[in-house]
């Protein structure tokens, strides 16, 4: 990956003009470096097996009514905004979904 190696074997060149392609093939890493970053972040981007809506709460942890109505008026607040940004998205070439409420997840400890 030239144009965004995950890390360099030798220092960058402090002045132009003073590089060789010696030099270039000797400062990228080598192929297991940059399979081993590539598997990295593609596993970190990955949607977890345990994804959780944000706004969404699988555990009975609150039972008391006024509890139970905020989280509902919270519920139907990402959906108002998910809904928007749904709309927003549709005369976009190349949608942006990464504030959409229905694809965030609701904690990074779950």
């Not at 960058?12 to 392609?21: I, R, V």
């Not at 972040?41 to 008391?64: C, I």
């Amino acid at each position: 990956m030239p144009n965004s190696p995950f890390s360099l074997q030798l220092a960058p060149p402090t002045t132009k003009g003073t590089t060789s392609e010696d030099t270039m093939l000797n400062t990228l890493p080598d192929i297991g470096t940059t399979a081993q970053g590539m598997a990295t972040l593609w596993l970190l981007s990955k949607r977890s097996f345990d994804f959780v809506r944000l706004g969404q709460f699988p555990e009975e942890h609150f039972s008391q009514e006024t509890p139970c109505e905020l989280i509902k008026d919270f519920q139907k607040k990402l959906e108002v905004l998910s809904a928007i940004i749904r709309v927003r998205n549709i005369d976009l070439d190349i949608p942006y979904e990464y504030m959409d409420p229905a694809l965030m997840e609701n904690s990074v400890a779950m």
